[in-house]
DNA sequence: AAACCACGCAACCGCAGAGTA
DNA sequence: CTACTCTGCGGTTGCGTGGTT
């Protein structure tokens, strides 16, 4: 037998028709979001609780966004998946009206083949690599003391001398609230927002003097504002 | 025209954690 | 404390569709 809409079971399964969906909007207008292994019961709807949620947040749920994700959007899903990683609910949660699937889907449809992963043999090496280099931003941050505020009025009163490469200020609200870095291992490449865009770059080999390494890279860089903080 | 292929997206599954009896 | 249920998450699957041969 098929693997959708057979009947065989208790529960349907498969694609949602119109009527279904019809039922459990009715459902939650009266009863709400939750409690979702009543809806069966409730509204008639042979559905388990289960795929009933996701039809909802998925699909019906009328705060949706609908469309195509936007290059702003896509920018945001990028540097947040730097962060996070494949933490689809939590990078959903900065792009109001997406959903985790969704973005889950655009990553892989448009970014997965991109990032190949690294050979083992190397990946040890990748590893410390990474960790040093986290390190040594985090004490970056901590010894700079960036004062957010200061720069977000920057940011204001600077309007036009501020350059197209540094990050928007709603991106950085997110880094900071985040309290986070920039800044990735990806399988063999890091993953930076040098300029404010997406970059993955090779991993370097691990220099045997690594404290010869020059770790320039910063959220941005201050000096394109010309003035003095 | 039809067979094949590639890909996007909706929906599934298993698992884990929180809540409750 | 234990067992069970519910919810949410991330990975995976496979249908549907549009393009190509």
């Not at 004062?147 to 609200?173: A, R, W, Y």
Request: proline share 3%; net charge positive.
């Amino acid at each position: 037998m098929g693997r959708w809409g057979i009947i065989e079971e208790e529960w349907r399964k498969g694609p949602w028709t119109v009527e279904e969906d019809k039922l459990l909007i009715e459902y939650v207008n009266l009863h709400g979001e939750g409690r979702w292994n009543s809806v069966a019961r409730l509204a008639g709807l042979k559905r388990n609780g289960k795929s009933c949620r996701l039809r909802w947040v998925n699909y019906l749920r009328p705060d949706l966004k609908r469309g195509q994700i936007t290059p702003y959007e896509e920018r945001i899903i990028l540097e947040l998946h730097a962060i996070w990683g494949n933490r689809w609910s939590t990078i959903a949660r900065s792009l109001p009206g997406r959903t985790d699937n969704e973005i889950k889907n655009y990553w892989r449809t448009n970014f997965k083949k991109k990032f190949k992963k690294s050979s083992t043999e190397n990946s040890e090496k990748t590893k410390v690599h990474f960790l040093k280099r986290k390190q040594f931003q985090q004490q970056q941050l901590l010894n700079s003391q960036i004062d957010m505020k200061k720069i977000m009025s920057l940011f204001e009163e600077n309007e036009n001398k501020v350059p197209s490469h540094v990050p928007k200020q709603e991106d950085m609200t997110i880094l900071y609230q985040n309290n986070t870095f920039h800044e990735q291992e990806q399988g063999g490449f890091f993953y930076s927002m040098i300029n404010g865009y997406a970059n993955y770059v090779p991993v370097p080999e691990a220099s045997s003097n690594d404290e010869d390494i020059m770790w320039d890279i910063g959220l941005w860089n201050l000096d394109d504002f010309n003035v003095n903080l």
